[in-house]
Each structure stands twice: as C-alpha cells, then as structure tokens.
C-alpha cells in the first residue's frame, strides 16, 4: 500500500479501514512491533463481526422456518386435501374388489361343495 491517507471512502468499515492502515510497514522497529499487533487486533475483529453476523443470519433463518407457521397450515392443508380426494377415489375401487372377491369366494365353495 501506498498510504494510509487515502482511504477516505465513506462505503469501507472503519475495521477494514483500521486494518488496510496498519499493514503499512515503516522503517522503525518499535512501530512494526506496534502496527503488527493492530493489524492482529483488527484482523481479529474483522473476523469476529464477521462470524457474528453469520450467526444472526442463521438464527433469523431458523426462525423464519420455524415461525412460518402459516405457509406451514396452508402447506398441510393441501395435503390433506389431496389425500382426501385420493381416498375418495379408491374407496369405490376397493368395495367393488371387496364384492368381486366375495362373489369368487362363494362361487368356489359353491363349487367345492358341489364336487365332493
């Protein structure tokens, strides 16, 4: 980096701006020592805002998923509707089952009892 004076942009964080400052090197050792525990201290919090936000993140998902209870009855509801006009579909088809199978059944005996 050229200078440190130039960051003058309203949109960088005053963290990114604190840590883009002091990555500068200068020639004095104490300043180096100085500037390298900055660079760490801001890099440090840089990341921790970072990983904070990311957890807010995630707790507002959670709760939006969670809380959405909603879209979740109307989601239930549709269900149910549907299974209900699948049951009302196939319960003809298994009564007619059930008398064709009956009818067969005594027709067998019918004819078991016949032969012997």
Same mark, same amino acid.
């Given at each position: $980096?050229? !200078?440190?004076? /130039?960051?003058?942009?309203?949109?960088?964080?005053?963290?990114?701006?604190?840590?883009?400052? !002091?990555?500068?090197?200068?020639?004095?050792?104490?300043?180096?020592?100085?500037? *390298?525990?900055?660079?760490?201290?801001?890099?440090? *919090?840089? @990341?921790?805002?970072?990983? !904070?936000? $990311?957890?807010?993140? *995630?707790?507002?998902?959670?709760? @939006?998923?969670?809380?959405?209870?909603?879209?979740? *009855?109307?989601? $239930?509801?549709?269900?149910?509707?549907?299974? /209900?006009?699948?049951?009302?579909?196939?319960?003809?088809?298994?009564?007619?089952?059930?008398?064709?199978?009956?009818?067969?059944?005594?027709?067998?005996?019918?004819?078991?009892?016949?032969?012997?």
């Amino acid at each position: $980096l050229s !200078s440190a004076g /130039s960051l003058t942009n309203p949109m960088r964080s005053s963290a990114y701006g604190n840590l883009l400052k !002091s990555s500068a090197v200068s020639r004095e050792k104490v300043d180096n020592s100085k500037e *390298n525990y900055q660079l760490n201290y801001f890099a440090f *919090n840089l @990341i921790e805002s970072g990983e !904070s936000l $990311l957890r807010m993140i *995630n707790e507002l998902k959670h709760g @939006i998923l969670v809380s959405d209870f909603d879209s979740v *009855n109307e989601n $239930l509801s549709q269900q149910r509707k549907h299974y /209900s006009s699948l049951v009302s579909q196939t319960e003809p088809q298994i009564n007619h089952l059930d008398f064709e199978i009956t009818e067969s059944i005594l027709e067998l005996e019918a004819e078991y009892f016949m032969t012997t």
